[in-house]
């Protein structure tokens, strides 16, 4: 079965602060994609970010940073000096080759408080 | 600029109803997908369709049904309105699998639906 969990519910910090999304998948397919998606409060997602499972390079997009470890079945999130505007709901999402059933987590609320 | 809309932002229905929720989409997209999206849980998939006319279940279709009669348009049908139904629907589209394909979604802004 495949599975994504997002442990962390919310998450509230003070503007510049670093913040960390965490996000942990499973499956049995060796190939697969990893997806992080922005739904800010006008409630459409976003897309940020694309992984696939042979390429376990570290991405880094301006205050964002993407940190992907097979060995722990992570795809992790960081928003560096964070800022009021990145307040919303994140969602980590896994698929698997074909694509048609992407599985979401159950999203992190960020706050970012001026 | 691209772009997925769902007919109805905010909907209130009574149970029973019959409920009809229309998604269009201007990117020439073969693949639309209806999922629901409820705190806690996450989006969870209802339907899918790959082509006009060909639909999929998703994980959880009990209580809705489908049309895609042309390729820009996807529908979500309620055929009898319940109170659990009551939630955030999104639609969302996708180019072809066959092909070159990232597996992004690309999303509309949700309808919010409740079943009194």
């Known amino acids: 079965a495949q599975k994504v969990t997002q442990a962390q519910t919310e998450i509230s910090v003070v503007e510049k602060e670093d913040v960390t999304l965490d996000c942990v998948y499973e499956?049995?397919?060796?190939?697969?994609?990893l997806f992080w998606y922005k739904q800010p409060p006008s409630g459409e997602l976003v897309f940020l970010i694309r992984?696939?499972?042979?390429?376990?390079q570290n991405e880094i997009s301006g205050r964002y940073s993407w940190n992907f470890q097979k060995s722990t079945s992570s795809f992790n999130f960081t928003i560096t000096a964070s800022q009021v505007v990145d307040s919303a709901v994140y969602f980590c999402?896994?698929?698997?080759?074909?694509?048609?059933?992407?599985?979401f987590g159950a999203g992190t609320r960020l706050f970012v408080k001026a | 600029d691209v772009k997925v809309t769902q007919s109805s932002r905010y909907l209130v229905k009574r149970t029973g109803e019959k409920v009809f929720l229309e998604c269009v989409q201007d990117?020439?997209?073969?693949?639309m997908f209806w999922y629901r999206q409820d705190p806690g849980l996450g989006l969870r998939l209802i339907y899918f369709?790959?082509?006009?006319?060909?639909?999929e279940k998703g994980d959880i279709p009990e209580g809705y049904s489908v049309s895609r009669e042309k390729k820009e348009r996807f529908s979500l049908i309620l055929e009898s309105a319940s109170t659990n139904q009551t939630s955030m629907y999104l639609c969302?589209?996708?180019?072809?699998?066959?092909?070159?394909?990232?597996?992004?979604?690309?999303f509309g802004e949700g309808s919010r639906l409740t079943v009194l």
């Open positions: 969302a589209s996708s180019p072809s699998f066959r092909g070159p394909n990232t597996g992004e979604l690309f």
């Open positions: 369709s790959y082509d006009v006319k060909m639909k």
């Open positions: 990117m020439d997209h073969e693949n």
């Open positions: 999402a896994l698929s698997t080759a074909g694509g048609f059933k992407t599985i």
């Open positions: 992984r696939n499972s042979f390429d376990e």
């Open positions: 499956t049995r397919d060796t190939t697969y994609y």
